[in-house]
């Protein structure tokens, strides 16, 4: 009853169509940066009655997802994070999908968006998902260091305006009583100082001490930790094989709300720029 | 207490930075395809006790995600998967995110990915998730609907090979008591023919009569169809805004396991090639 | 006295900057259309005394040097060229180069430019050239014949309305006395048919009876040519060799100055598109 | 007698295939490689009768047509050229038509073109060309100073090695009196020092002592020179406006044969790597 022997003829004959796929490899030697962020965050956060200005468990979320990226991607070296986006930053001489941009960018989307969700629950017991939300992402490529410091700070300085911003913005409508458009109207066109003023001097509010969370966002760098195992093993004083307890150094995930724009967190972490391949 | 005067400042400093990002539009008038593959899946449908040779629950999640997906990209005109693959197919046409390939890619693999989490416990009710999944993602161009059609018949033309190579390589091990080095043995320098006379005469399988799920993996294409709905209206006949039942016409994505390789699918849904913006 | 042993290591050393080299194939079964322009040929047209509105001696060298890039490039099925520019459509299936964008671009560029100057004496007995000249390049896709015949008109509508905006501009100032500006002034918002009416009334040119090669550029098409060699050879009849006149067949580029926008000029030279690769 | 006032129309109907254009803009702060290489120069030199191993004035033609190049495009930095091929190195901070690569390789492979022919007859003055050259190009970029070190370094050890093996090669047969094969078969499996054995103990070259035009190639710099020219002006000594001699200093291509894979070269010349836009 079988007449499938043409099968794998027919697929030799459209095979011809893998043709039409291209390569797209990131320069070498060159930082390679996958930003993604959040689509329509703006309808899913109030569908999901995230507080504003901030919401603690939303960011703690995003972060969670990104360490989930960062286990599975150890050629990333450092990230960053702020409202609905997140950069991934891997060094300079990685050879992951040899720098495939494609695999490079939808790997790390598809990571962070499934962790995401499978994530959720823990991060907000009291509100269920409604639906599935969706990143985009992108590849950019930087060939200098201080390309990459200047793009790193641009993302950091971006999140202060931002915050700083909201901040004022939600006090004059949550605490000031205004509508949206009112408090618009008010910061429109004012500068940073006159936003600090008005959280100071008319809801007591120090934008200083304010969560570092909010105003710097959160950088994921590696630590290395000890870690204590148990492991069956011999030593020099005793040959016998038995369970002891043995110190080992582990790479883990840290995160930090700190300034990222200066040069003291550089030379504090002086490994994430040094790698020198060429 | 406030010295944030020069954040605007400093984030225009840096601003330059977005030079570096780059377009990827693709050619206009250009069939986009966006095929994304499950990462590691061997040990995923492993981990997840998935029954071999196919699992109906996890093609049927498969589906559910594209669909999804569909329903967000309403100029996706048709979708094919198997296994743990889905191709979907953007008309020639369009103009969503101008084109932009890497846009394209990672919002329909992101949408996906959140998509296969989200609607995991409703498909394996007895299987808890262990861990989030990972698929990725690549765009391919095609300029003509024969080019089109060879890419989809190339994609069904592997799923039946690998179907019947599986369905036989399963039978050898499940019921024929080998192991799987053994069976992998067996098979490998069989044509399809040999397979199929396996599978009937050692374990009365008549291949035709498997799944056709299984053989043919899954169309998804939009199909119109009537919805009754209620809305408050007059009519010709009766001036009186007052609920009445009406009927809609509304695209809906519908599941074949069809032949596509052939003509009459194709003659079958016009619609879907027969756009002609050039 | 020799130390040189090192020499072939050190290339090897240095080999690794190949990998910074990228391919950048076209697309397969598309046609592939590489335009040259003229660089500053405003400025070179008055360094070399070309007549106005239009020089038959450049022309006439500018598909001078287009005929020997077409005998160099056989897979290139027409050309179209007016001004200083010239477009050159490689069938959709060529495997020059592999489809690279850059070799095909360049070699055409490089083989346009040197021919220019090789043949420049010929075409400017009386006027030498002064320096040389610099013509730019680049590659476009079209998926489908229509999108290729609609760039061919493209051009030759631009062709035309250069030609009829230049042969009225230059009566103005060379048959009108008056000054470019006053020219330009005249004509700035007239219409094609105004500027008919300016050339009939006032300089008594009727603009249809221009010559064809101004009005509608330079079309250039293989054609299959008897030709009549000696050949050292026997026939059926004469069995001893002696030299004999042989007639074959050859493709020679022929140029036409002929309508390109309508359907009769693609009825004439069916071959041009039908090719059916995919 | 007109009916041409449908032809803007028609321009206006098919420029959309304008959008069938894509930009190539290089990486911002990334060194710019152009090289470009002879087409069949085997053949080419073949025909011109070049003298072997290596012919001067074809040296010195391609070196005249580099310094056309260089002269046109202000932003090369450098350029190295041997055997038939050169490299020009553009300025990281360059942004020469918007950085366009393929704005880029043409225009540098075109003005080359046209000059070595144009610049023929006067460096092979017995010798008419008998048809005209091609060459190709192609674009790479080099995001570190290391990375274009290594490039040139590469070129010039690529040069060395040529040449030892042609020198060899050449003596082997002009003067040693073997056939090409019988000279190839000799030197197949040697080193530079058995080549440089041969050279001195045979036929009692120092290979040493040959032309650093054969053995380094040519690199072209730039040179700030001293001129003088006359011009009618004051001085703060003489108020009457008077033709006088004044000097000033003016950016000129020197061409120079010299080691570039020492530091040396480097250090001399420190102007060509310092320039740091980001």
């Known amino acids: 009853p079988f007449s499938f022997s043409t099968s794998a003829m027919a697929k030799s004959k459209f095979e011809y169509v893998r043709q039409f796929e291209t390569q797209d490899p990131c320069l070498p030697n060159t930082w390679i940066v996958i930003r993604l962020d959040g689509r329509n965050f703006h309808r899913f956060s109030t569908d999901h009655g995230f507080t504003k ?97 200047d793009y790193l700070s641009w993302r950091q300085a971006d999140c202060h305006i931002n915050n700083l911003y909201n901040t004022c913005f939600w006090a004059l409508v949550q605490q000031g009583g205004m509508t949206n458009t009112q408090a618009e109207e008010r910061i429109r066109h004012t500068f940073s100082a006159d936003k600090n003023e008005i959280l100071f001097s008319e809801f007591g509010i120090n934008y200083n001490n304010e969560p570092e969370m909010y105003k710097k966002g959160t950088v994921l760098v590696w630590k290395k930790v000890e870690e204590t195992v148990t492991r069956t093993c011999r030593t020099a004083e005793d040959p016998v094989e038995r369970p002891r307890e043995v110190t080992k150094l582990r790479k883990k995930v840290v995160p930090l709300h700190t300034d990222i724009i200066g040069d003291v967190f550089w030379e504090e972490h002086p490994d994430i720029l040094e790698e020198e391949c060429f």
Chains 1, 2, 3, 4 share one sequence.
């Not at 070296?77 to 495939?100: A, C, H, N, P, W």
């Not at 990571?111 to 269920?128: E, I, M, R, T």
């Open 53 to 149: 200005p901030n919401d603690e468990r939303a960011l703690h979320l995003m972060t969670r997802a990104a360490e989930t990226v960062m286990n599975d991607f150890r050629d990333i070296v450092i990230s960053y994070g702020q409202s609905d986006e997140f950069s991934f930053v891997l060094k300079k001489s990685t050879m992951l999908y040899s720098r495939r941009a494609s695999k490079l960018m939808t790997h790390i989307v598809s990571q962070f968006s499934s962790s995401y969700v499978f994530h959720w629950a823990q991060h907000f017991p009291d509100q269920p998902l409604q639906y599935p939300p969706g990143f985009d992402g992108r590849v950019i490529l930087y060939p200098s260091n201080k390309n990459l410091r």
